[in-house]
């Protein structure tokens, strides 16, 4: 019966770097601005996912650690780019 | 799995959600690729977001739980965290795109108002009265032709 979640556990991190790659092509394509902020934010997104299931396989707690910071600075660095976007300077005076 | 055997109540449960995770990531990313608008392209990665990280997460206590032989849910922290972040992070750029579109319809189309509208109508005045100005003026030389 492990074998199985071992594969699921393979196939939920092969999805993860799919869509990390999908993520990385519309940041490459993006036509605006915003839209390569979003395709960052799925990226650090999936990145925080794809930690978290070397962390489920490894069984450690390590990686636990590593998601949290991931997701941590994405947030800022999202909410750091669409207030660039929307102000033209991320700390105002 | 280091070769302990997980117990048969996180096997399942674990399967299901990882692969319903790595699904729901990978249609997210999908849709953000392949929709032609970027109010569009806001809707897919929150799939992704909200009901892949939850059901990664799930399975993560499940697993560790079972490890430990205790009841481990420091992934809470993520989820809390994610919850939080999620809905700020897509009203700003949503904002941000809103703005930008705006100024950008207002840069593209000319400027109304009382004085630019006096203007225009001077300045078709004008070339009306050069248009006929020409014609009578091409007009003779038109007919040797």
Redesign the interface.
Known sequence: ??T???Y??W??????V???L??L??MF?GP????R???L??FY??G??TL??L???S?S?VY?DM??LI??FG?AS??AF??F??RGEVIEP | MNGTELPLWVTIPGTLLLVAAGLLTLIGAMGLVRLPDFFARMHPPTMGTTLGTGCVLIASMLVSSALEQRPVVHELLITLFIVMTAPVTAMLLMRAAVFRAQRKSVEAEPPTGAASVARRAQDESRTHDENRRLAERSAPTDEPS
């Open positions: 019966m492990n199985v979640f071992d699921a556990a196939f939920a991190s092969l999805c993860f799919l869509a990390m999908l993520a092509l519309r394509l605006a601005a915003q839209d902020v979003l395709a934010d799925t997104l999936n925080m996912l978290l299931m962390g489920i396989r069984s707690t636990f998601a949290l997701a941590l947030f999202t909410i669409a207030k976007l929307l």
